[in-house]
């Protein structure tokens, strides 16, 4: 099982702590009340998509031999106007640089993180629809 605590510091600063003994500041902005000192929810939550997809094509790529030099994950998240402001589009765009990158491989790694393995994606996807798109940076 996946823990986590969440303790109130002062106004709308809260510290996360997960299971694993890490830590992360969360706040709001002054207009609710905040310092702008961390990070929102609704961020943390397009970061753990981010990673969670990230460390899946980073493994697939190593499995198949790539020779992977960087990987960038630009994701953007549409809200509803109305609360409770859920997600209801999320656009995530893969960036992988590398040496000789076989477009298949990029692809099928990046097919098989959306697809089977991003248990983040799995969560999110019956709330909002979930794009993805990848380009390849091939550098000498």
């Given at each position: 099982?996946?823990?986590?605590?969440?303790?109130?510091?002062?106004?709308?600063?809260?510290?996360?702590?997960?299971?694993t003994?890490?830590?992360?500041?969360?706040?709001?902005?002054?207009?609710?009340g905040?310092?702008?000192?961390?990070?929102?929810p609704?961020e943390?939550?397009?970061?753990?998509?981010g990673g969670?997809?990230?460390?899946?094509?980073?493994?697939i790529?190593?499995?198949?031999?790539?020779?992977?030099?960087?990987?960038?994950?630009?994701?953007?998240?549409?809200?509803a106007e109305?609360?409770?402001?859920?997600?209801?589009?999320?656009e995530?765009e893969?960036?992988?640089?590398?040496k000789n990158?076989s477009?298949?491989?990029?692809k099928?790694?990046v097919?098989?993180?959306?697809?089977?393995?991003?248990?983040?994606k799995?969560?999110?996807?019956?709330?909002?629809?979930?794009?993805?798109?990848?380009k390849?940076?091939?550098?000498d």
């Open positions: 099982m996946i823990t986590a605590k969440v303790k109130w510091a002062e106004d709308m600063h809260f510290i996360g702590q997960s299971g003994g890490h830590t992360i500041v969360m706040d709001a902005s002054p207009d609710y905040g310092f702008n000192s961390g990070m929102r609704m943390l939550l397009l970061i753990g998509l969670c997809s990230g460390m899946d094509i980073v493994s790529l190593k499995k198949k031999k790539q020779d992977l030099r960087g990987l960038t994950i630009n994701i953007k998240g549409k809200q109305n609360y409770p402001k859920r997600f209801t589009e999320i995530i893969f960036i992988i640089k590398g990158l477009e298949e491989a990029v099928r790694a097919e098989l993180s959306m697809e089977k393995y991003c248990s983040v799995a969560t999110l996807e019956g709330s909002a629809k979930i794009i993805h798109s990848f390849i940076e091939n550098i």
